[in-house]
């Protein structure tokens, strides 16, 4: 079965430095996503992107994070300069199209910002 | 979006029917129901979803009230592996919209 995968599975980094989330995508999939849970705390929304521009983002997605479609299979989360507080899991989903609901979610990478 | 309301956690013995209340008086006429569930600390997995009808699939049925304001997701033979968080997410069924999760249940199946 067809499946969202992440990579790296844990990225650890200093603080100030610059990161980049990878995902692949399930392949015949339109909508992509970002989201982060921190320590504890709930799953939240960061962006969607869908026919390579972004199509919605919450507060959380500010001047320091950018997406990217590089190709036709990577979707890449970048931070520019990590805060301690970015620190949290991020998660990756991908949803085929307007006819089909659910949002596939990858298995995340734990982002630690020292 | 509408909010929805769910307890914060529940029991369930194996093999045994849990049932998952969720509340959302709120809900648009345009608004789905969703189910998600984070095992652990996983990536969230779509469970089912509905808009009006009850819906059943190989994981778990759904009962949605006539008037749309409550549901329930029925796991019907519970295993140690439905251990997890569970999420009623309502939101309209369109392109792009993004899945706003709460606090969910946390449901603990016993042997």
């Known amino acids: 079965e067809p499946e969202v995968t992440q990579t790296p599975s844990h990225q650890v980094t200093q603080m100030g430095q610059e990161v980049i989330l990878r995902c692949v995508p399930i392949s015949n999939h339109l909508y992509f996503y970002w989201y982060r849970q921190i320590l504890g705390q709930k799953v939240e929304f960061l962006v969607s992107f869908y026919n390579n521009e972004i199509s919605e983002k919450s507060e959380i997605f500010d001047d320091q994070f950018s997406v990217e479609r590089p190709d036709g299979s990577n979707f890449t989360l970048k931070i520019r300069s990590t805060k301690l507080e970015d620190s949290a899991m991020y998660f990756c989903?991908?949803?085929?199209?307007?006819?089909?609901?659910?949002?596939?979610f990858g298995p995340g990478t734990r982002l630690t910002v020292l | 979006d509408a909010k929805t309301t769910q307890p914060p956690s529940m029991d369930c013995a194996e093999g045994r029917a849990a049932n998952l209340p969720c509340n959302h008086s709120t809900i648009s006429g345009n608004e789905y129901v969703y189910w998600y569930r984070q095992i652990h600390s996983q990536g969230p997995q779509y469970i089912i979803h509905g808009l009006k009808n009850n819906e059943t699939n190989e994981m778990a049925s759904l009962i949605i009230t006539e008037d749309r304001k409550s549901s329930t997701l029925i796991l019907p033979h519970a295993t140690l592996r439905d251990t997890a968080v569970y999420y009623c997410i309502v939101r309209p069924g369109g392109a792009g919209y993004a899945l706003n999760f709460g606090k969910g249940t946390s449901l603990l199946v016993t042997p």
């Open positions: 989903a991908s949803r085929r199209d307007t006819a089909y609901n659910e949002q596939f």
